[in-house]
């Protein structure tokens, strides 16, 4: 949780900086921070919530509604700014295929004849319009 925090601030003073600077204002620095903060927040979002499911009943639809209202936040800015994250079930149990925009990190535990569905989603596709601005990351398995 640390970490994340960490890299948040981390990016935030890069934002800052970039934005201070306005005569060499770095755009795509500022873009690629923008989907790095939308990648954190959506890996943070599976540790959050797991953490709720050990809160006592009274106390974790209060943390779930803070995870829920913060992830809202972070998707409006990214879309604000002309991306969209894909949605997980877009993927989860869907056959895998090559030429899909992920890149899955299980791969050498399979051969090439295997037949493989996309088990988790690590880290979202974005998009830029048509265009695949950050492909996301997978975990694959078996499809029996």
Do not use: H
């Not at 970490?3 to 201070?20: D, E, T, Y």
């Not at 106390?59 to 809202?72: L, Q, V």
């Amino acid at each position: 949780m640390f970490g994340f925090l960490l890299k948040v601030k981390q990016l935030s003073r890069r934002l800052r900086n970039s934005m201070i600077r306005t005569d060499s204002i770095d755009i795509t620095q500022m873009r690629r921070s923008l989907l790095d903060i939308a990648v954190e927040e959506y890996r943070m979002r599976a540790v959050l919530f797991n953490i709720s499911s050990k809160l006592n009943p009274i106390d974790a639809p209060r943390f779930e509604s803070r995870c829920r209202y913060f992830s809202k936040e972070v998707e409006k800015a990214v879309e604000n700014a002309g991306f969209r994250i894909v949605d997980a079930e877009n993927f989860i149990g869907k056959p895998f295929d090559t030429g899909m925009a992920v890149m899955p990190l299980n791969i050498k535990d399979f051969v090439a004849s295997d037949e493989l569905i996309i088990q988790q989603m690590i880290e979202p596709v974005i998009m830029e319009g048509e265009r695949v601005a950050r492909v996301g990351t997978v975990k694959l398995r078996r499809a029996f």
